[in-house]
């Protein structure tokens, strides 16, 4: 039932942002979302959400875009500033009455492991410190960004590259926003983090299995290794590479109930995904 609170979304242009703002929309809430790319939020959702233009490296643009909210999603890309930037928009909501927070943080191996990692953590950290009602949301690897190029791949009908052995608990991005749009409507948050990951931990060789499956072709695995994704430089490059060695040792094969406790149903699989992308190559 739609309420009659004041959303704010940040990152509502990313890869979550684009799924979950959406869903919130067509549950008639009030949406608003704080971006750097006005044109870029008005061509997603036209005129059916409030843009607030700033960032969260500009202070000042943020009170304006928290007056009259009540509840934030908290996103942000890889950055040397998460953390200070983070925590800054965590205590300009405080201040402006904001009554609940649902931030989407690292993956749980990544703390310790990683600077994102930890810089995750202490946005965390603050946030139990700050006396918001809050609940952090740790994701496994995204599935639709892990397995975006092996999909590719298999539509092109080349091997997979295996960029490691181990096997990876993917959750589906739409698992991630119906998680963390329960966590905003709920009328009160889940005991947290939620660590969410699909059903299935699975390898690279599983996943050419599946493909093979799906297409009736047989989909093998190449000895090339894979690179980092395109676009991926800098900073964020290294914090990826950081991630690929704890995963290379099996740190993201773990699986918890968390969907299908918090959500009712089972979480999205890996092959389900497969079978969307195959099935329109």
Same mark, same amino acid.
């Given at each position: 039932?739609?309420?009659?609170?004041?959303? &704010?979304?940040?990152?509502? !242009?990313?890869?979550?942002?684009?799924? &979950?703002?959406?869903?919130?929309?067509?549950?008639?809430? #009030?949406?608003?979302?704080?971006?750097? *790319?006005?044109?870029?939020?008005?061509?997603?959702?036209?005129?059916?959400?409030?843009?607030?233009?700033?960032?969260?490296?500009?202070?000042?643009?943020?009170?304006?875009?928290?007056?009259?909210?009540? #509840?934030?999603?908290?996103?942000?890309?890889?950055?040397?500033?998460?953390?200070?930037?983070?925590?800054?928009?965590?205590? %300009?909501?405080?201040? =402006?009455?904001?009554?609940?927070?649902?931030?989407?943080?690292?993956?749980?191996?990544?703390?310790?492991?990683?600077?994102?990692?930890? =810089?995750?953590?202490?946005?965390?950290?603050?946030?139990?410190?700050?006396?918001?009602?809050?609940?952090? %949301?740790?994701?496994?690897?995204?599935?639709?960004?892990?397995?975006?190029? %092996?999909?590719?791949?298999?539509?092109?009908?080349?091997?997979?590259?295996?960029?490691?052995?181990?096997?990876?608990?993917?959750?589906?991005? *739409?698992?991630?926003?119906?998680?963390?749009?329960?966590?905003?409507?709920?009328?009160?948050?889940?005991?947290?983090? &939620?660590?969410? !990951?699909?059903?299935?931990?699975?390898?690279?060789?599983?996943? =050419?299995?599946?493909?093979?499956?799906?297409?009736?072709?047989?989909?093998? %695995?190449?000895?090339?290794?894979?690179?980092?994704?395109?676009?991926?430089?800098?900073?964020?490059?290294?914090?990826?590479?950081?991630?690929?060695?704890?995963?290379?040792?099996?740190?993201?094969?773990?699986?918890?109930?968390?969907?299908?406790?918090? &959500?009712? #149903?089972?979480?999205?699989?890996?092959?389900?995904?497969?079978?969307?992308?195959?099935?329109?190559?």
């Amino acid at each position: 039932m739609p309420s009659s609170d004041l959303f &704010l979304i940040t990152g509502a !242009t990313g890869k979550l942002g684009r799924v &979950l703002t959406p869903k919130l929309i067509d549950g008639g809430h #009030r949406v608003r979302v704080l971006t750097r *790319r006005p044109e870029a939020a008005r061509e997603l959702f036209g005129d059916k959400v409030e843009i607030s233009e700033g960032d969260f490296s500009v202070p000042a643009s943020l009170p304006a875009a928290l007056n009259g909210v009540s #509840r934030v999603l908290l996103l942000s890309p890889i950055s040397e500033r998460l953390a200070e930037d983070q925590i800054a928009l965590v205590d %300009v909501a405080k201040a =402006a009455g904001v009554a609940r927070i649902v931030k989407i943080s690292g993956s749980d191996w990544t703390v310790g492991t990683s600077f994102s990692g930890d =810089a995750h953590k202490r946005v965390e950290d603050h946030l139990a410190q700050s006396g918001l009602d809050y609940v952090a %949301v740790r994701p496994n690897a995204w599935l639709q960004v892990s397995l975006a190029a %092996v999909a590719a791949q298999i539509k092109r009908g080349e091997a997979i590259a295996a960029r490691h052995g181990a096997k990876v608990g993917y959750v589906d991005v *739409r698992d991630i926003a119906d998680v963390a749009i329960s966590q905003l409507l709920a009328p009160k948050v889940a005991a947290g983090p &939620l660590v969410i !990951t699909g059903p299935d931990s699975l390898s690279i060789p599983d996943i =050419a299995g599946l493909a093979t499956r799906i297409t009736g072709k047989p989909v093998g %695995v190449s000895s090339a290794v894979a690179g980092l994704p395109s676009g991926i430089e800098g900073f964020e490059a290294e914090v990826v590479k950081q991630f690929f060695v704890v995963i290379a040792q099996g740190g993201a094969a773990g699986l918890t109930d968390t969907v299908e406790r918090v &959500l009712a #149903r089972k979480p999205r699989s890996v092959e389900a995904y497969l079978a969307e992308e195959l099935g329109a190559a």
